[in-house]
C-alpha cells in the first residue's frame, strides 16, 4: 500500500525558510512524477511544484518560482520542497502527491495524481 508522509512543517517569520519532506513508502519516487500542493483556510487547493519521474523536470507556479526548490532523494525515497524567502500568503497545510502513472511530464492538476499525503502545516505571521 503506499503511503506519504510528509513533514517538516512548522511556524516561521515573513522572509524565513522551511524544508518540508515527503516520504514514500509502498512504491518507488523514482518510477513517480511527484507534486507539492497547498491549501489555505477558506481557499482552494493551489498547485505548488512537481518533478518527473526521472528527475529532469522541475516546474513551479509562478509565485513560488526562485523561491521554493523541489528535489528529490531516491535513495531515501522521499521528495523535498525547499522553501525561501517565505510570505504570510504562503501560510498553508502543504500536501506531496504522487501519480504513478509513468508520464513523461508533471501536472500541476490534482486529478492527475492518485496518491496523497495528510500534509503539514505551514505558518508564516510576523
Known amino acids: 500500500q503506499v503511503q506519504l508522509v510528509e513533514s517538516g512543517g512548522g511556524a516561521v517569520h515573513p522572509g524565513g525558510s522551511l524544508r518540508l519532506s515527503c516520504a514514500a513508502s509502498g512504491g518507488h519516487l523514482q518510477y513517480w512524477t511527484t507534486g507539492w500542493f497547498r491549501q489555505a483556510p477558506g481557499k482552494e487547493r493551489e498547485w505548488v511544484s512537481c518533478?518527473?519521474?526521472?528527475?529532469?523536470?522541475?516546474e513551479y507556479a509562478n509565485s513560488m518560482k526562485g523561491r521554493f526548490t523541489i528535489s528529490r532523494d531516491t535513495d531515501k525515497n522521499t521528495v523535498y520542497l525547499h522553501m525561501t524567502s517565505l510570505k504570510l500568503e504562503d501560510a498553508a497545510v502543504y500536501s506531496c502527491?504522487?501519480?504513478?502513472?509513468?508520464?513523461?511530464?508533471?501536472?500541476?492538476?490534482?486529478?492527475?495524481?492518485?496518491?496523497w499525503g495528510q500534509g503539514t502545516q505551514v505558518t508564516v505571521s510576523s
Open positions: 518533478i518527473t519521474n526521472n528527475g529532469a523536470t522541475t
Open positions: 502527491a504522487a501519480d504513478p502513472s509513468g508520464a513523461y511530464y508533471c501536472s500541476s492538476e490534482a486529478k492527475d495524481y492518485d496518491y
